[in-house]
Each structure stands twice: as C-alpha cells, then as structure tokens.
C-alpha cells in the first residue's frame, strides 16, 4: 500500500497505482468499480469499510467486475486522477466501459451491489467479454438451453423486473462450472405457467435429463440460492481465482515525527495548505468557468491583501492576484493558470511558494490522519483573524469578505465532497448574519466547533489529536466561564484569544524552506526546463492566450540574475543557521535572531517567537498577552525598519562594486595630485629665460 492510503495489500481489492491503472481498466475484457480517493478526507475514511466489504461481497464477480481503489492524494497519482476527470472524493466509476456517476457514500452494499449491476446494463453496447449476460430469458432460449450448452443443471430465478437477485445470483455463480443461472420475468406467462410458478421471487433447478425441481430453499435470498447452487453434484469451481495479493505485512517507513507545540501555528502548514489549495485542488479542473473563476479570484484577493506570509510568498499571492484580475471573461484553462503559479522573479524580487507539502502542527500520528483539512481551516481563523486585524478600530465594508471566499473556495474546489456539503449548509444558515469582522471570526470559530463535535469519536479522529471543543481551557482559561453551574463560553475572551493565537507574532518558520533554496532550485528547474510541480505535470513552458495581456509579460521573468545571487548568498548564512536551530527543534535566541532580521525582514517571525515565549514566561493571561504582543510586534517592526532604512535597495555586490569604483578614482586622483606635482617641480628647477 502507498504510504498514508486507505487500504492495505491484504483487502480483496487490487491496489491501483499511476502505472497499472490505464493498462488495468482502459481495455479491459472485465469491469473495473474504481473508488478514486484521498487519504486526507473524512468522508473517504469513512466509506472504506464500505468498499472493502463491498469488494469482500462481490469477490466472486470477478473476473466480470473488479473492485479497486486510487489514492489521489498520493502525489505520484494526482496527475492520472485529474486524466480520468476526478474532482472530489469518494468518486465511484465503472471504466470506459460503464461509468457510475458519483454514488452516495452512505449507500449500503446492497445499493452500490445493484447500481453495479444498473450501470454495467446502461452500457450494452461496450459489454465486457467476461461478463455472463444479465438479461432475462425467453421461452425460445430455455427450450433449447441444454442443446446449446454444455452443462447438467440450469437455475431459474422467477422474479418481478425491479428484483436484482437473479442478476446477483448469476454473478455469484460465475466461478462455478457446470451449473448456468438465468433469470425470467414474472411477465415469461408461458414459462410461469409451464413451472407452476406462483411466487416471485422463487427458483426451480432444470437439469439436462428433462426433469426439474423447485429449489427448497428457507428463504428466497442470495445466499440461500448460492449455497444450494454450489453443492450440487458435479458442480466445482473453476479454475480462475481472483487477484489478489499475498496477506503480506505492509512495510512503510514511518514518518519522524517533527515536534510541534499544539499553541502555536506552523508556517509551514500554511504554505503547505496555499501549495496543494492553489496547484493540486484547482488543477483538478482542466478548465475553469462560472463560478469557480469567480471561487479563485476571491480566494486568491484575501490571500494577497491577508496573508502575512515571508515576502517571497506574498509576492508570489500578489502577483497571481493581479493575473487573475486582469483575466477577463468567465473561462481560464489550467494550463494558463499552472504557468501564473510557476515560482519565478517578479522584476528584482523572488515570487515563489515552496511545492513541498510539510505537515508540523498539522501533523497526524498516521498519514492519513489530519494534514490538508486542518491546514485549511488554520488558514481560514488567520485570515479572518488577520482580517480584524487590517480593519481594527474600522467599521470594514465587507465583512463577509473572508468568509464569502473560503464558502466560494470550499464550495468549487475543496476535494471533500460531503465536508463541503455539511460547510455549505451551516454557511446557508447563518453567514449572512455576521456584520462585522470580529463576528466573523468568531462565526468560523464557532462552525468549526459544531464540526468538531460531530466528528468526535468518528473513524476520521486522530486518537492523539481528539476532536475538542476548542480552545481547551489549558490553552485558554479565561474563555470558559460557569454560569448556573453550566460551562459556557465568554465569547469576548474567545475572540481575545484568536486575536492573539492566529497573529503572526505566533506563526513559527519551523520546517518551512529557506527563501534560498527555493530561488536556487527554482533556477535549476527553469535551466532545466522542468519547471513543474511535484504532482507530476510535464512538458515546457508554453504562451498562452489568457497571458497575453502585456502588463503581464514580466511575470515569465524567472531567470535568477548575478546581483540577486550574491544577495541571497548572505541571506542563507544566516537562514541556514535558522534552518539548522528550527530542525533542532530548538527556539533561536534573540542573538540568533539578530542577524536573520538583518538579512531579510521576512524572518520577523522568529522574533515574533522570541517575544511570544518571553511574554508566555512572563505569564500573562490573555487579556494582557494581546496588548503585550502588539507592543512586542509594533517593536519588531521599528527595529526592523532601521534595518531595512540601512540597507534599502543595496545589494552586497552593488556595495562592493562602489568600495572598487571609490578607490579607483582615489587611485586616479593620487596619480595625478603627484603627476602635477612632479611637474611643477620640474618647471621650477629649469633655468629661467629673462622676460622682454
Ligand atoms: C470546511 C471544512 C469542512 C469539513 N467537514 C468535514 C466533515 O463534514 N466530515 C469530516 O469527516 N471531516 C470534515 N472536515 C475535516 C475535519 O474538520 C478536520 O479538519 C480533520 O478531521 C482533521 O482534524 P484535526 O484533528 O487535524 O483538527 P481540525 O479540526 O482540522 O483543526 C485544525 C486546527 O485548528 C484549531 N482548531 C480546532 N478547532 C478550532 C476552532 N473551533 N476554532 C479555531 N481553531 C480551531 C486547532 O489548532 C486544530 O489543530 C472538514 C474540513 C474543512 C476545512
């Protein structure tokens, strides 16, 4: 099994991979039931056991119909799944062949069993070869059943047209040899008449001596059927057994787990959550039209004007904002979009996001646990928080303006189907009631809560990260207060609190790449002409319509020149530094983070840290912990101000090349002071001629 996948070597179902899934399903003689999913989605780890027990049920269909399953949350898979146009999980399909639309992960076995059977039925034209027929018999075909075929007993099952059992039971019946199953409609007058049938359903055993029999049986069912079936004398089971791998032990190389502190917020979690939002959940969708380019440009506007990301990262949210409001018309191929989200220069700066996916606070203690969604929702409290934050002491003109974006977002991209159902419906019920920015981020706050309380004690909980109601009071006491004896929230203290957990002064840099060695791989790459993300998209760099708009041009720029290499020289001394104390696991000091503020203001950050842990120690409550942090931060900010008033606009080799030029040209004035001056002497020495 992948890593972090579902399901297991050991179920009756065939694991698909990137390399086996066309050349399984595409022209198959037999009928592939996919499930393509994510490990990440809750619904999908809920509907598993589904699959696994439907697939442990219809086992003997095949060679006629297998079950199997796609990760496509495994990054070698992304770019298949996107091939056989999935764009949510659980998605259900029949191959080329038949194709079951989406099916409700609630079903029972017996539901998805028979849509099995409906859709293989919709598609005659393409039958698989190894499938037996399905149709019901006439009187024609009995009468000279035992001529044409070679076999002693034939089953028939009497039913009504919406019965399924002698279609079931055919299938069922598939391995065994020497015994045929056909079904007959209770509307066969002739035959019912002829079998004294007075029951529906109910079944009678021919056999090729002329006699036959009704099949005594308790209760007219499929396993009833089956079992009598398989005993019959004479009737053994074929040859073919069903694929399926040795019951080995899976062997996955586990995941170290990166220390995390469960009340701080990982920047890395965010990149990652921005990386697989923007370039795996939006490129799902070939073409982007209606209302899901209206989804993106929301989304990608709050980002660009919230998001308090290292300045490469905003760089990078602002000019893929600036695309997108220049786009006109309602339709944006991916392909164009893909080439926006490429990491390049903008001008002189780097506008780049990391394409690694690194879970720190987000972390599961399995792979298929937690990850993408809880980064998602981390992403949203800060927005709405940053949100407070932009507007503080303002009436803002749209509160919605977060909340609308990560609605359009979830509702158009976000791969969780049913997450995204049950997020629509609390939306629709209460989002327009929010009137101003505090509200909304006490609103998401207070839905997230709701989700949390459903999914406690689910399939989806991680058991070392239950599902709480959040913040607990070890994070934050004063928010639970006690009235008449009952718990209750102080929502004021709440929105205190959010204020100051999701304030970049509390985002960590842990685990998150250095600046450098995205620039530096982003220059390999576009030498290399293989400027292409992780999930797996190839091909070069191509002009595309939707560019063409001139302003845009400079956004291809993504060569990385000389002057910005030796800058970024210096910068990673000391992000290296920073980089090896963060997977040490251990908070730089404020010495340490001296030098990284020198060299890039973005690394604010591990101050902000620094200030955190100074005032945690300090042991504030939260009240005073906010105005603390925004004294802290407004302090950050000078310092950093000064630093960025002694270095603006100069790079290392620009000074270098200054101190050369200065001393050249107090080189050349020195030559020539003493060329002057040798000659004047000269002059002087010279006898003198007397003057007229
Ligand atoms: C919009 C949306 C809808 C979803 N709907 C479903 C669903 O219907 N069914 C399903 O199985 N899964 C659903 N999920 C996924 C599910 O909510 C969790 O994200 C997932 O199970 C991972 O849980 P987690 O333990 O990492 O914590 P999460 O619930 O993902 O929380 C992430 C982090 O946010 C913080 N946090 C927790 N609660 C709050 C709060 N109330 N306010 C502010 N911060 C908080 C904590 O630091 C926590 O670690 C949904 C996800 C999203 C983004």
Not at 24 to 53: D, K, Q
Not at 349 to 365: E, I, R, Y
Request: proline share 7%; charged share 20%.
């Amino acid at each position: 099994a992948p890593p972090g996948g579902l399901y297991s070597p050991g179920d009756p179902l065939v694991l698909l991979q990137v390399d086996t899934l066309e050349s399984s399903v595409l022209n198959s003689s037999s009928a592939w039931l996919v499930e393509f999913y994510a490990s990440w989605c809750g619904h999908c780890v809920h509907f598993a056991p589904i699959w696994r027990a439907l697939a442990a049920d219809i086992q003997e269909w095949s060679p006629a119909v297998n079950v199997a399953v796609v990760d496509c949350a495994d990054i070698a898979n992304q770019k298949m799944c996107g091939k056989f146009g999935i764009t949510g999980f659980p998605t259900l399909k029949v191959n080329s062949v038949c194709f079951v639309p989406p099916t409700d992960p609630g079903d029972s076995i017996q539901n998805l069993r028979q849509s099995i059977i409906t859709n293989l039925e919709m598609h005659k034209e393409t039958w698989p070869p190894a499938c037996p027929p399905l149709e019901p018999a006439s009187v024609e075909e009995i009468r000279g059943f035992f001529q044409t075929n070679n076999v002693t007993y034939l089953a028939l099952i009497f039913e009504t047209n919406e019965s399924f059992l002698g279609r079931e039971v055919t299938l069922d019946m598939l391995q065994y040899e020497n015994v045929a199953v056909r079904r007959v409609l209770s509307s066969e007058e002739e035959l019912v008449k002829k079998y004294g049938v007075t029951a529906f359903p109910s079944s009678f055993l021919l056999i090729n001596n002329g006699t036959f029999s009704r099949i005594p049986v308790q209760m007219e069912a499929r396993s009833f059927y089956t079992h009598f079936l398989r005993r019959l004398p004479g009737v053994t089971r074929g040859p073919y057994m069903p694929t399926r791998a040795p019951d080995t032990p899976i062997k996955t190389t586990p995941i170290p787990r990166k220390p995390a502190d469960r009340s701080k917020v990982y920047m890395a979690d965010l990149e990652s959550a921005l990386h697989y939002a923007l370039r795996v959940e939006v490129a799902r969708f070939s073409v982007l039209t209606g209302e899901r380019v209206r989804a993106l440009k929301d989304f990608v506007a709050v980002l660009a004007k919230y998001f308090p990301g290292r300045p490469f990262v905003q760089n990078f949210l602002r000019s893929v904002d600036r695309w997108l409001r220049n786009v006109r018309g309602s339709r944006i191929p991916y392909s164009a979009l893909k080439l926006v989200l490429t990491n390049r220069k903008e001008g002189q700066a780097p506008a780049v996001l990391s394409n690694n996916v690194t879970w720190v606070g987000c972390q599961g203690s399995e792979p298929h646990f937690r990850g993408y969604p809880c980064s998602l929702w981390t992403l949203f409290h800060l927005l709405t928080v940053q949100a407070t934050r932009h507007h503080s002491g303002q009436k803002a003109e749209d509160p919605l303006e977060v909340l609308g974006a990560m609605r359009g977002y979830v509702q158009s991209f976000f791969g969780c189907r049913e997450c995204a159902q049950h997020f629509e419906g609390m939306a629709a019920e209460s989002m327009d009631k929010v009137r101003s920015v505090d509200e909304a981020a006490l609103w998401l706050w207070s839905r997230h809560n709701r989700v949390n309380a459903r999914l406690a004690g689910t399939a989806t909980e991680d058991p070392q990260f239950p599902k709480l109601q959040w913040p607990p009071p070890e994070l934050c006491h004063p928010c639970h207060s006690v009235v008449k004896r009952r718990q209750v929230w102080d929502e004021a203290a709440v929105l205190q609190f959010l204020k100051a957990y999701f304030s970049p002064i509390n985002i960590f840099l842990n685990y998150t790449e250095p600046e450098t060695a995205l620039v530096v791989r982003r220059s390999r790459e576009a030498k290399e002409g293989a400027g292409e993300w992780a999930m797996g998209f190839s091909g070069p760099r191509k002009p595309s319509i939707v560019r063409m708009n001139p302003k845009m041009q400079e956004l291809e720029e993504d060569i990385v020149d000389l002057d910005s290499f030796s800058e970024l020289h210096y910068k990673s001394k000391a992000l290296k530094a920073a980089a090896v104390a963060a997977n040490k696991g251990h908070q730089l000091s404020k010495r340490d983070t001296i030098p990284l503020l020198l060299a890039d203001d973005s690394h604010q950050a591990f101050d902000y840290a620094a200030a955190w842990e100074r005032l945690r120690q300090r042991g504030l409550g939260s009240k005073q912990l906010i105005g603390a942090l925004e004294e802290d931060e407004g302090d950050t900010l000078r310092r950093s101000h000064w630093f960025r008033m002694l270095g603006v606009g100069f790079s290392h080799l620009d000074v270098s090349l200054c101190i050369i030029l200065y001393f050249l040209s107090s080189m050349c004035l020195l030559g020539m002071y003493t060329f002057f001056r040798m000659r004047t002497r000269h002059r002087k020495g010279r006898p003198s001629f007397p003057t007229a």
